[in-house]
């Protein structure tokens, strides 16, 4: 018997449009193509250390940040586990801290990942901030790129919010 091409699936999410595109599409595959489903946020905490190592921030403006950053990616993995269960789909969540692309890494070893899911870079708003961040997310995608030992989709499709309401 062939095994599935996929049966294990973690979504890596950052709060950006992209990533919660990519939290859909994860969710679409999970339902559709019955597999398990993980979605992960990672603190930064290792771009935050090198902010407050070069005195871009002190330590108490790190402490906020991370507390806020942490408080954020535990409301995106709250709002995926509702948006998964409006589509029956049953998700486990992580939140993890460190460096974004090695936790993902780990979290889907750990998990026994197929398959890990990222949203794709667009070409929106081009104010600094979002350049840097999206850089920052450019970055780490590469490094889950090359650094997997399974397969990795990146989403790009702008429409998935259409097809996930359809589902």
């Given at each position: ?25 994860g ?16 603190v ?29 990616g ?94």
């Amino acid at each position: 018997m062939i095994k599935p091409l996929f049966q294990k699936i973690v979504v890596a999410v950052n709060g950006s449009e992209q990533s919660l595109r990519a939290a859909m599409y994860g969710i679409m595959m999970a339902k559709m193509f019955k597999c398990e489903l993980k979605a992960v946020y990672v603190v930064d905490t290792d771009t935050l250390r090198q902010l407050e190592l070069s005195k871009f921030f002190i330590t108490e403006e790190v402490s906020r940040y991370r507390a806020n950053l942490k408080s954020d990616g535990e409301r995106y993995l709250s709002y995926l586990k509702r948006l998964a269960d409006e589509k029956s789909v049953k998700i486990s969540v992580e939140l993890k801290e460190g460096a974004v692309w090695s936790e993902l890494i780990k979290s889907a070893e750990e998990f026994d990942a197929d398959l890990i899911v990222l949203g794709g870079k667009t070409n929106g708003a081009n104010s600094m901030s979002s350049v840097l961040r999206r850089d920052k997310v450019s970055a780490a995608n590469s490094e889950i790129i090359g650094s997997s030992k399974c397969n990795v989709l990146v989403v790009k499709d702008a429409d998935v919010e259409k097809l996930f309401k359809l589902l």
